[in-house]
């Protein structure tokens, strides 16, 4: 009798339960009867007794195939412990004695005791976001209490919730609470209200209504008004909850001269009127500030803002007051005001119309300004630190921000134009007229840029009036802003054409108008190209104006000024159809957003670069001492080349440059053409009148030509009959020459006829498929019986010099090939621009192919010459076992790492945070390939000897190592550098604590309007504290120890605040002892000590602090 199988759910043993050698399974369930993954592989062998009358069965036990199970088998789980089951649904970590296995590294890790205990379980069936699970149950709930909403609810309609007298019927939406009123209790209580959304009840639904229909008149001015005057009777207000006809009156009693015309009581309830004179409309602040922010931040356009306050009122499509030319110059009036208020015009006493050019600019409170953040003796600067004070400027044009034809300079002036960002205009105009036919040329590829300029579609590009790329504009630009830097701070200068812009530079800007006219020193000026830009340009232009060899340049890229583009390229759809004056306008309202969020988060960005730097300077330094100690012999002379460049740039040969490059073709032909002719002079008898030389280099043309045929065939399979017609007569003319180079071959390589003569040529054989036979094409045997001795080595030595020649010419082709993608994808639009695009492309791609296969059939050729050519690869064998062990060692740190952090804080540590540790090492392994600032020496130039006279060996030696020197330096400016920047971070902000404490003073108390000087006073010091602030940020910032990822951030004391940022504005006082730390990027958004919040409300989204610097 079968037994039944027990239903009593068996022990299961867990975590600390375990007994050492217990193995627990994960995510089995009862009802599956199939054995577990431990349980032996049994078979049954049957065989025949010996008098073969019987069978016999016997029961063999099998290893598994996977090491891992045959682990589990090794410590017989299942037998010590019978009882074991497991639990479903539920997950452990698997392996043998807590131990893991892990498949790269090929063995077992030891769990920590406590893990198994604290690990997180994972449910596969448990939804990601549990609360919209739970929701999906509750959808009738909610509807029906959405649905309730649209009635009265538990609200009264018999009695009124305010005086519990009159029938209610009217009830608000703003209000909190859903109870009915009558009308006089609705009116009442909305009279601080007025712009709330009313509803009325007519006992079947409700429909809306509005607080002017229901009798509530606004009083401005003051309210026991004995005489006011009515505003217009459809006054339209926009709020943030829609459009409002609302009844206005305005103060015209005996008090009217101190409460104001119309516009000012208006203002002062913070409702913004459209019109200076008998407004009939007006904007909330809290309206006006809220598109600000969503403008700014967002890129919100204020025709989808207003269509959506439009759909918000009322979004059956029903008649409402159209205010969107009133919405679009208010918005603009609006944020020119704030721009002035930000910048301290309403303190001074010159006023609006005493802003000079740039002053509301938003100056960079890390960039060098004598009398405000360097010390007064930073002129006599000893020479290795006087990088510290280098000023850097870029100069760049953005394609997206075109403007089409609409309006002019007289019906759309600007308010503020070149108070902020922009040039003075009309001067800027008047000297762009007389210089319309300039044209430049460019002797250097890829740059888009003066193709642009000078074409007929460049019209209307941002920075300029005509056009962007021209010099005179650039110049202008250059001139205009040079006005607001100190003649003797060092300025680097980057720009994308800076190669060709800088030529006659001196001479154009003192040619320039009076009033930009400028007498440059060129020994202040260093001139260079943005780190992404440089690659457009040859290799005569990456050496010259490179950031990485550019002393005291640090680790600056140049790319700033691209930035601001892409986040302003979310308004060039609006603003490409604004007026002239509104564009500026916009424009300079957002890049006023820019620089005020760049200045904001300062401190976090300078603490990221500085742990950064910190890193990469001390592997930099490390690699580049290890390569100059196996170049002893030769660095004292390479350091001499080095210094006499940096010092005198224009006349000492640069050591960065190739001295002894590749050969080419000329000029091999040329140093054989002089042997031949040596050995004519000494006698030795020619045997042919076409010399060896001559004839392999027939040879090897015919072997471009031949490419070159095959190449315009894949071209042009599709080809039309003239196409065709072409092909033939290239054809022809290939056949004419072989027939001609058989004929030398008889005397030079008869064995190469003789080869000819043994293979079988198909009958419809092509003429560039027909093979030459030159010598690289015999055996060495065929060489040696059947051809000229001197054509083998002539032919070694072209062959040598096509790799050089070839392979250069396949760099340029490739560099070419990228910028004519990147060209075509920003600049070709229509199918017109679109096609000669692609020609492009196609004509540059056959170049590719042609100089790729020439390449290609130099290097087998040099190979079979030379009988074999054995060439070591950056990744030998014996080098990847090393990196595989490296692998290993560095995974078994990582696990050791993260088990001692578990052990000690007691917490887990999720997978995919676990990453955040992998390469913590100080020999981690470089996945991808650095750029040129973060490369380091590789071995193939540190285990090159210092012996040899190879000239090619000695220049890539140098260069190798002047480049490893230049990135050791380039970084070790940098940590410098950055820590100056921080130390005149906290100064600038000081320095404008204090000037915004100068403005309050400055106000005459006594003879101003009472109510007015107290507003400025206190927004003067609003500021002042603002600023404040944003200094003990900075140093909590700069100070804080970060822990790594999964662990709190601890904060060193903030009670040096004050003596960091120091007293005196000319030096700073800075204490730069607290600039140390191991930590990541930025703060964590708490401010400690007593960094409090911006004591701002709308200035602090958008420059509170903004001044004219």
């Known amino acids: 009798m079968q037994k039944r199988r027990s239903t009593k759910a068996k022990p299961v043993l867990r975590g600390s339960d375990r007994q050492p050698n217990q193995y627990v399974l994960s995510q089995s369930v009862d009802e599956f009867l199939t054995p577990t993954s431990d349980i032996p592989i049994q078979t049954v062998v049957q065989r025949p007794t010996t008098d073969g009358r019987r069978v016999r069965s016997e029961v063999i036990s099998l290893d598994p195939p996977s090491p891992v199970k045959r682990a589990r088998q090794q410590e017989n789980v299942i037998e010590d412990h019978p009882t074991l089951t497991e639990d479903p649904l539920d997950f452990e970590p698997e392996g043998v004695n807590g131990e893991l296995y892990n498949m790269e590294l090929g063995g077992f890790f030891a769990i920590p005791a406590t893990s198994a205990s604290t690990r997180k379980k994972r449910d596969p069936f448990k ?40 029938e209610p019927s009217f009830r608000c939406k703003d209000c909190f ?40 008149c606004i ?47 208006l203002i002062r309830r913070r409702w913004f009127p459209a019109t200076s004179e008998n407004p009939r409309t007006a904007f909330t602040f809290r309206l006006l500030d809220f598109f600000h922010t969503q403008t700014l931040q967002g890129k919100t356009t204020m025709y989808d803002f207003y269509t959506s306050l439009e759909k918000l009122t009322d979004a059956t499509g029903g008649a409402l007051s159209k205010r969107y030319s009133e919405f679009l110059r208010s918005t603009r009036e609006y944020r020119h005001i704030l721009m002035l208020k930000r910048g301290g015009r309403g303190h001074a006493l010159s006023g609006v119309y005493g802003t000079g050019p740039g002053d509301l600019a938003i100056r960079c409170p890390a960039c060098p300004r004598p009398g405000i953040n360097l010390p007064e003796d930073w002129e006599n600067a000893p020479p290795e630190t006087r990088f510290l004070y280098i000023i850097f400027l870029a100069l760049d044009a953005c394609f997206r921000l075109k403007r089409r034809l609409v309006s002019s300079e007289l019906r759309d002036p600007g308010l503020g134009t070149g108070w902020a960002y922009f040039v003075e205009m009309e001067p800027y105009r008047q000297y762009l007229l007389t210089v319309t036919d300039q044209v ?14 000078n074409t007929k579609y460049s019209r209307g590009y941002t920075g300029h009036w005509l056009r962007a790329f021209r010099y005179a504009n650039m110049d202008w630009i250059f001139a205009s802003f040079l006005r607001w830097i100190h003649q003797r701070l060092r300025k680097v200068v980057s720009y994308d054409i800076v190669c060709q812009w800088y ?156 001295t002894h490059p590749g050969m080419t073709e000329a000029q091999a032909r040329l140093k054989l053409a002089e042997e031949e002719e040596e050995a004519v002079r000494k006698g030795v008898p020619a045997l042919h009148d076409v010399s060896p030389s001559a004839f392999i280099f027939e040879g090897l043309e015919l072997e471009d030509e031949q ?68 010598p690289s094409a015999l055996s060495a045997v065929e060489r040696a019986a059947g051809c000229v001795a001197s054509v083998e080595h002539v032919e070694s030595l072209a062959r040598d010099a096509q790799c050089s020649e070839a392979l250069q010419r396949l760099r340029n082709q490739l560099h070419v090939k990228s910028r004519l993608f990147t060209y075509k994808a920003n600049h070709a639009r229509h199918q017109g621009a679109n096609t000669r695009s692609q020609t492009l492309v196609a004509r540059n791609e056959s170049k590719i192919r042609l100089h790729s296969e020439k390449y290609q059939a130099a290097w087998r050729a040099l190979g079979l010459l030379a009988n074999g050519i054995h060439v070591r690869m950056m990744e030998d064998p014996e080098e990847l076992t090393k990196r595989q062990a490296l692998r290993k060692k560095q995974d078994a740190r990582r696990k050791e790492k993260l088990d001692r952090i578990r052990a000690e804080e007691g917490f887990l540590i999720e997978e995919e945070d676990e990453e955040g540790f992998e390469g913590d090492g100080e020999d981690e392994e470089m996945v991808v390939n650095p750029a040129e600032n973060m490369r380091q020496v590789s071995w193939i130039w540190t285990m090159a000897r210092s012996h040899g006279t190879d000239a090619e060996l000695e220049d890539a030696l140098r260069i190798e190592w002047t480049k490893a020197r230049a990135r050791s330096k380039r970084w070790a400016e940098e940590v410098l550098l950055l820590e100056e920047e921080y130390r005149r971070l906290l100064v600038s902000f000081e320095y404008e604590a204090k000037r915004w404490e100068q403005r309050a003073k400055d106000i005459p108390v006594g003879e101003v309007e009472e109510a007015f000087g107290e507003g ?87 420059g509170g602090g903004e001044d004219d610097g």
């Not at 609705?186 to 509005?210: A, Q």
């Not at 430049?440 to 003066?450: K, P, W």
């Open 127 to 166: 939804p990601s976001d549990m609360a919209l699970h739970e929701f999906r149950a509750l959808r009738d709930e909610y509807l029906r209490e959405f649905l309730r909403l649209d009635g009265c609810g538990d609200a009264s309609t018999e009695i009124c919730a305010g005086c519990d007298a009159a």
């Open 177 to 216: 609470g859903e109870l009915l009123y009558c009308r006089a209790c609705c009116v009442d209580m909305h009279k601080r209200n007025p712009l709330h959304r009313i509803e009325r009840w007519d006992g079947r639904y409700f429909s809306p209504t509005s607080l002017k229909s229901l009798g509530l």
């Open 219 to 265: 009083q401005f001015g003051h309210e026991d008004c004995s005489r006011s005057r009515s505003a217009h009777e459809s006054f339209t207000v926009l709020d943030l909850n829609g459009l409002h006809e609302v009844a206005v009156r305005f103060c015209a009693c005996e008090r009217e001269l101190e409460m104001g015309l119309a516009r000012v009581q």
């Open 440 to 453: 430049e040329m460019s002797t250097c590829s890829g740059l888009a840029a003066l193709d642009y300029a």
């Open 503 to 658: 030529k006659q530079l001196k001479q154009r800007l003192a040619d320039l108008p009076p009033l930009v006219r400028l007498h440059i020193i060129l020994l202040f000026f260093a001139f260079v190209i943005p780190k992404m830009h440089i690659h457009s340009h040859i290799l005569a232009c990456q050496l010259w104006f490179s950031l990485n060899l550019l002393p005291g340049a640090g680790q600056t890229d140049g790319e700033g000024i691209e930035r601001p583009w892409a986040n302003v390229g979310g308004v060039a759809s609006s603003t490409r159809e604004m007026g002239p004056g509104s564009r500026r306008d916009c424009l300079d309202d957002h890049w006023a957003f820019w620089n005020w969020c760049k200045l904001i988060g300062l401190a976090a960005l300078l603490r990221k670069r500085l742990d950064n730097a910190k890193r990469e300077s001390a592997a930099q330094t490390e690699a580049f001492e290890a390569f100059t100690l196996e170049q002893e012999e030769r660095v004292q002379g390479w350091e001499e080349k080095v210094a006499a460049y940096e010092a005198d740039p224009q006349n000492a040969p640069n050591p960065y440059q190739i």
């Open 707 to 774: 490419r070159r045929v095959r190449v315009k065939v894949e071209l042009k399979k599709a080809g039309t009959t003239a196409q065709k017609i072409d092909l033939l007569a290239l054809r022809r003319k290939l056949s004419r020459g072989i027939t001609r180079f058989r004929k030398l071959q008889a005397t030079y390589t008869p064995g190469a006829l003789q080869a000819l003569a043994r293979r079988e040529a198909p009958p419809d054989e092509l003429a560039e498929n027909i093979p030459l036979m030159l």
């Open 1016 to 1102: 400025a006073i206190a927004y003067a010091l609003k500021q002042a504290a603002m600023y404040r602030t944003l200094a003990q940020r900075a140093v909590v910032t700069m100070t804080e120890v970060h822990q790594g990822r999964g662990r709190r951030r601890t904060q060193r004391p903030v009670a040096t605040i004050s003596s960091s940022i120091g007293g005196d504005e000319g030096n700073g006082g800075g204490d730069e002892g607290d600039e140390s730390g191991d930590g990541g990027s930025g703060s964590d958004g708490s401010d400690g000590g007593g960094a409090g919040n911006v004591p701002s409300d709308e200035e602090y989204f958008m």
